[in-house]
């Protein structure tokens, strides 16, 4: 079946550095979303993307949709302490029921 | 007001129990989701719903049921409950043809 394979698992930083992570799959996406997960609180939406090669910045956050359709990353710059959180990339396959694929996780620690 | 509400937000109960599990938004949207989240297995599709009438099953279906009483209302039943379905249980929703779904805060269950 789908997968996705998301990395880094986990990273700890200093405040202030920039932060990058990716998704890949061995399968076309249609659409890949970015969210965030404080603990104990339902993931929260970063980025959308609908569209092969699109680049979207929404504040300090930075997610692009591979051109190939297999792939996004998302960058966080200049990390601050409320960045902390798991971050988890999630594809679409249209026409396939809606369901989203998500990626394992990336556990963000920052240290002020 | 949170546009995704779950009710309750943390349940204990005991092994043989039937719990039920509540979700209702104000987005307006017509499908409906139900996830749970365990620890290193990132989230995975129990069950879903596009419209009232229309009730599929997700991944891990086994020992769970739902209702989709109104639009707005998507309810997780547990018939009989056990130990191993303890768990963080998200209710989602998203807009028809883009897929973008919204999560709800969550409800952590545990199952003794």
């Known amino acids: 079946g789908q997968q996705l394979n998301q990395s880094p698992q986990s990273m700890f930083i200093q405040e202030g550095e920039d932060v990058s992570m990716n998704c890949t799959s061995s399968?076309?996406?249609?659409?890949w979303l970015w969210y965030k997960q404080d603990p104990g609180e339902g993931p929260v939406l970063l980025i959308a993307?609908?569209?092969?090669?699109e680049l979207t910045s929404n504040g300090r956050l930075t997610a692009q949709f591979g051109i190939t359709r297999k792939d996004s990353f998302l960058n966080i710059s200049a990390s601050i302490p409320s960045d902390v959180g798991i971050y988890f990339c999630?594809?679409?396959?249209?026409?396939?029921?809606?369901?989203?694929?998500f990626g394992q996780g990336t556990t963000l620690q920052v240290k002020p | 007001d949170a546009d995704v509400t779950q009710t309750p937000r943390n349940r204990i109960t005991k092994t043989g129990k039937r719990i039920m599990l509540e979700c209702s938004q104000t987005?307006?949207?017509?499908?409906m989701y139900w996830y749970r989240q365990d620890p290193g297995l990132g989230l995975r599709l129990i069950y879903y719903?596009?419209?009232?009438?229309?009730?599929n099953k997700g991944e891990i279906s086994d020992g769970y049921s739902v209702s989709r009483q109104a639009q707005a209302k998507f309810s997780l039943s547990l018939e009989s409950a056990i130990p191993n379905q303890t768990a963080l249980y998200f209710c989602?929703?998203?807009?028809?043809?883009?897929?973008?779904?919204?999560f709800g805060p969550g409800t952590r269950l545990t199952v003794l």
């Open positions: 993307l609908y569209k092969a090669g």
């Open positions: 989602a929703t998203s807009v028809d043809r883009l897929d973008t779904q919204y």
């Open positions: 999630a594809g679409v396959v249209w026409g396939n029921t809606g369901k989203l694929i």
């Open positions: 987005k307006g949207h017509d499908r």
């Open positions: 399968s076309i996406f249609n659409t």
């Open positions: 719903s596009f419209d009232v009438k229309d009730i």
